[in-house]
């Protein structure tokens, strides 16, 4: 990675209000506090990490408007209202400098059906498959070995990694980024035993995701057994994630990785799933859910509760129970030993 931005380029980048000290030179890469030289960015995006400033060594710091301290010698702190945030607005434009969009046009080698509208600044990459009547939408990038099934629509601005499938009638919004190797649209898992035999059933609904939405490697979305799954806008999916058919995500909700969500099961607005956990089907969570990592949910969950464990419960009883099981060893010597009392007094007063 190369880099070359000197302190006005990135107080413009990160709209910091405030420049403290000087330093003359161009950053050359980002680093951590601990780690950092005289030629990297860091950064203050956690107060537990603030004892690190002073021997930081880095050129320029992000801080936080309420940090109390000053820049060494040949060093700048650019304040800023969310360091974190300032961060990721330069990573977007060493982002756009390392990885650019690719100009628009089709490859040669790209399979694409004379049915298919392909907006003319849009970019379908190398060995992609285009079905009949799929849509590509202004600026979206499709990169290599990408499938956009029969009836497909890849909104406006989407970014499509290296072998991504968007199976047929499935349909994306605008500006959503998909991952290598998501699947979006692969039938659910849908089966139905009469007697001794196990049938399947037709998955004959869709996928759709709203707006900005993300999604992460090898993450699969399945279409739904009729009707809709739906990916709610802004919402960011993690990697290696299913989501089963007809499920409905609200907007602006986080997925980490390696969750699970049986089918047919609603999630509201702003939830957040910890890694592996996972949520039984027909149920439903209400807005601003939070659940722990490898919490199991098997009941609806009414708004704005924190529930850790399996069965998931509310994460202050959970902890609560965390306690008192290290303390059973010792209450079951007690009771033993108070048995053993109990039954010498009988026997010494028959």
Known sequence: MSISLDTQQLVALTGATNVEGEYLGKVRSLASLAEAGPEDLSFLGNPKYATEVPTSRAGIILVPGDYVGQPAAGQAFLRVAKPSYALALVCAAIEAQLWPKPAAGIHATAVV?????????????????????????????VEAQCLIGVQATVGAGCWLKNGVTLADYCRLGARCRLQ???????????????????????????????????VGANTTIDRARFSQTVIGRGTKIDNLVQIAHNVRIGQQCLITAQVGIAGSTTLGDFCVLGGQSGVAGHLTLGHRVQLGAQTGV??????????????????????????????????????????ASLDAGSRSNP
């Open 180 to 214: 290598p190797g998501v699947v979006v649209g692969a039938d659910g898992f849908g089966y139905e035993p009469v007697g001794d035999q196990i049938h399947r059933i037709p998955q004959i609904g869709n996928v759709v995701l709203e707006d900005d939405v993300d």
């Open 113 to 141: 059906d004379a049915t298919a509208v392909i907006d003319a600044s849009a970019y379908v990459g190398p060995l992609c498959v285009i079905g009949a009547g799929a849509r590509i939408g202004a600026g979206a990038v």
């Open 298 to 339: 098997f009941v609806d969950i009414p708004a704005g509760g924190f529930y850790n464990g399996t069965p998931a419960i509310p994460i202050g009883l959970e902890r609560r129970l965390v306690v008192l099981s290290r303390k059973l060893p010792d209450l079951f010597k007690k009771v033993d030993s108070l048995v």
